[in-house]
């Protein structure tokens, strides 16, 4: 099976930095999925790494260390419209290619 | 547009009754997904299905049912069996390439009367 770890709940000020930690134990890796989630909405798709490093797409980066089970979201340039959920997400090799969800991570953005 | 459609928005049962929530999509994705979500946890998988005719129970199947006659649609039944149906029900699609994200409908949420 896969445990999936987040913080519950971030917060952070307007046109600040904020990294979201995910650290996750599997069988065999096979990706990781950002997405994220407004209240009451679908998630929408963020990033995706499978290999060491950083994804820069925007003022959003997700970095992924294999070796180490983690990985992290940082956000730049925090705007109020980021208040969110950001949901951690890992594919495992084999079998279906479904992924685990963690629980999520509820960031507030304050002015 | 194509996406994933779930309907309806809100939904209500009543204590013994099964009610049906609609995912359609126009995306040719050969898997869909349902989820549940409550507060403070994850998604966690109900149902999946990767070809027409075919579905494999998720993480907490227990209490659904689901069909998949056509491609395009895959419907989710929340059975009386289900005693804590209470919760937010996402539909998504996929495909088979490891590297592609889910597709999510807006959700439907269902509440006990």
């Known amino acids: 099976g896969q445990n999936i770890d987040q913080p519950t709940e971030m917060t952070a000020t307007e046109g600040a930095i904020v990294q979201i930690n995910c650290t996750y134990q599997t069988s065999g890796f096979n990706g990781l999925f950002w997405y994220q989630q407004h209240a009451g909405e679908a998630p929408t798709f963020l990033s995706y790494?499978?290999?060491?490093g950083l994804e820069e797409k925007g003022r959003f980066s997700s970095f992924l260390s294999r070796s180490k089970g983690y990985s992290y979201l940082l956000l730049k340039e925090l705007q109020m419209k980021d208040s969110a959920s950001y949901l951690c997400?890992?594919?495992?090799?084999?079998?279906?290619?479904?992924?685990?969800f963690g629980r999520g991570t509820s960031l507030i953005v304050h002015p | 547009d194509g996406g994933i459609t779930q309907s309806p928005k809100y939904l209500f049962r009543k204590e013994g009754q099964n009610v049906t929530l609609s995912c359609e999509q126009n995306l040719n994705h050969d898997a869909m997904y349902w989820y549940r979500q409550d507060p403070g946890q994850g998604l966690r998988l109900i149902y999946y299905?990767?070809?027409?005719?075919?579905?494999q129970k998720g993480d907490i199947a227990e209490g659904y049912s689901v069909s998949r006659e056509k491609k395009e649609s895959f419907p989710l039944t929340v059975t009386s069996a289900q005693k804590n149906p209470t919760a937010f029900y996402l539909c998504?699609?996929?495909?088979?390439?490891?590297?592609?994200?889910?597709?999510f409908g807006d959700g439907t949420r269902l509440s006990i009367l």
């Open positions: 998504a699609g996929g495909t088979q390439d490891s590297n592609q994200p889910q597709h």
């Open positions: 790494n499978v290999l060491d």
């Open positions: 299905s990767q070809i027409v005719n075919d579905f």
């Open positions: 997400a890992v594919r495992s090799s084999g079998g279906s290619y479904i992924p685990t």
